[in-house]
Each structure stands twice: as structure tokens, then as C-alpha cells.
């Protein structure tokens, strides 16, 4: 079972940029498909970006430009760039494993506990 740990978030102003880190353990991260979700107060779950173990990406149309994905397999990390941020960029952001592919999220996968990202003058 992989333990996931997100860290990097909080407050920032509009046109800003925060990195955020997952740090992996527990399971052999290399073969895992790893991504970024977000939840906004009143909303459901969504996509950020994923990153396959192969490092290549899929990102949300909203993040695309703007956010990139990288993963260090030696460190069992996955980063999420995050540049010129917007006020309906603020969400609680999770990380997530599974054993899926970039396109398909496979159900039995495992959430990091969330870091809150807020973006405000």
C-alpha cells in the first residue's frame, strides 16, 4: 500500500506561481500513475494533470500552459509547477497513485491527505 504526502500549498497572490510536492511510500512508485486533483468548496473532484511512468502527461484544458507535472522516480516524488495563478485556481489539491493509464483512472488507487492552495489579493 502506497502512503502518499502532499506538501507546498497556501497563499498566494494572482499571477503568482507555488510548487507542490507528493512524496511516495510504501509501494513501488516507478510503476505508478500519478496525478493531481482538485476540490473547490461547493464542487466536485476534478483533474488536474496526470503523469505516467513513462512521464508523459495529460493536463486539464483550464491548467494547460500554466501548470506542469514532473515526476522524480529516484526521490518517489511527483511535483505540480504552478504558474501564473488565477482566484479560481484555489482548491484543496490532492495527489493520487494508481495503477491506471494516463486517460484512465483506475478506481483502486490512493489519495493524499490534500494541501490548500489559495490564490488572493
Known amino acids: 500500500q502506497v502512503q502518499l504526502v502532499e506538501s507546498g500549498g497556501g497563499l498566494v497572490q494572482p499571477g503568482g506561481s507555488l510548487r507542490l510536492s507528493c512524496a511516495a511510500s510504501?509501494?513501488?512508485?516507478?510503476?505508478?500513475?500519478m496525478g493531481w486533483y482538485r476540490q473547490a468548496p461547493g464542487h466536485q473532484r476534478e483533474l488536474v494533470a496526470r503523469?505516467?511512468?513513462?512521464?508523459?502527461?495529460l493536463y486539464a484544458t483550464s491548467v494547460k500552459g500554466r501548470f506542469t507535472i514532473t515526476r522524480d522516480n529516484a526521490k518517489n516524488t511527483v511535483y505540480l509547477q504552478m504558474n501564473s495563478l488565477k482566484p479560481e485556481d484555489t482548491a484543496v489539491y490532492y495527489c493520487r497513485s494508481d495503477r491506471g493509464s494516463l486517460y484512465y483512472t483506475h478506481p483502486d488507487g490512493t489519495w493524499g491527505q490534500g494541501t490548500q492552495v489559495t490564490v488572493s489579493s
Open positions: 503523469i505516467s511512468n513513462e512521464s508523459r502527461t
Open positions: 510504501g509501494s513501488i512508485f516507478s510503476s505508478d500513475t
